[in-house]
């Protein structure tokens, strides 16, 4: 995991986020960006870079892998890469309203499933998730996870039916 401050503009939700509304405006939210604006971000959003998202990822009007390398030559994260947010959307928000440019981030390298139920770990620890969006979570990791007909590995057994 690596930590570094990246550009509001290159930072997007993941498709994978689990929180479905995470900006509203109401009270709470405006807290947080003044809490934000006064003392900072205490802690770090999670991020992953864009080209690691297999699913949902629209580019050019097409939902496709983005094929970036996201490192420079020596291996420091690119800046002008863009990254998914896996956990920290609100405090994402909150960040902008409060004027902030860039927001410190921890660089996470993962596959979409673990992307997935660290959204959904995050999101039920921090803040109340509707049971709505918990359920669709839910949904979405089970849709990754569960065996398709071409993916289960049957023997062929042929059934005898000599009850003559």
Avoid at 25 to 37: H, K, V
Avoid at 98 to 118: H, Q, R, S, Y
Wanted: charged share 30%; with cysteine; aromatic share 4%.
């Amino acid at each position: 995991m690596e930590r570094v401050a990246l550009p509001v503009n290159r930072l997007q939700a993941d498709p994978m986020q689990s929180r479905k509304n995470s900006w509203t405006g109401d009270d709470e939210d405006r807290q947080l960006a003044e809490s934000i604006d006064a003392d900072g971000l205490y802690q770090d959003i999670i991020v992953r870079p864009l080209d690691e998202v297999e699913l949902g990822v629209t580019t050019d009007n097409t939902t496709d892998t983005v094929d970036t390398t996201g490192k420079d030559t020596a291996g420091n994260p690119d800046l002008e890469e863009e990254y998914a947010i896996i956990a920290g959307l609100r405090r994402f928000h909150a960040s902008i309203a409060a004027g902030k440019e860039e927001i410190p981030c921890k660089i996470v390298t993962t596959e979409d499933l673990n992307a997935a139920w660290i959204s959904l770990k995050e999101n039920t620890e921090r803040s109340e998730l509707s049971e709505q969006e918990i359920a669709s979570q839910l949904n979405l990791i089970y849709e990754m996870v569960r065996p398709t007909e071409n993916s289960v590995n049957t023997p062929d057994i042929e059934i005898n039916d000599d009850t003559e």
